[in-house]
């Protein structure tokens, strides 16, 4: 091995050893984001179920409205004020840049 490939292979090595290095120093820094992480992983799978299940939310829907309809209309309608509110927001956010 010439001298300019052993020079290469070594600082291969070296660099090698600080991206392991980094590895672990990042991995127990983001140790105290895990339960954030196992709570969104949770989430994410309780919508990957429901989609999997659709008739059961859309049978606990009907369920609300046959049982207290007047509930359900008033949640329907401060949703649909939210989401109108959060559909202006993100119009104007975008409109700023």
Not at 5 to 26: G, M, P, T, V, Y
Not at 34 to 59: E, K, M, Q, S, T
Not at 79 to 85: I, K, N, P, Q, S
């Amino acid at each position: 091995m010439n001298p300019a490939q052993l020079e290469l292979a070594l600082n291969k090595q070296r660099l090698q050893l600080q991206c392991a290095s980094q590895r672990a120093d990042f991995a127990r820094h983001a140790a105290g984001l895990a339960p954030a992480f196992a709570l969104a992983d949770r989430a994410r799978n309780g919508v990957a179920w429901l989609r999997r299940h659709p008739a059961l939310p859309v049978a606990a829907a009907a369920a609300l409205v046959a049982a207290r309809p007047r509930a359900v209309w008033r949640w329907a309608r401060r949703g649909f004020a939210v989401w109108r509110v959060a559909r202006g927001a993100r119009r104007w956010l975008e409109a700023l840049g």
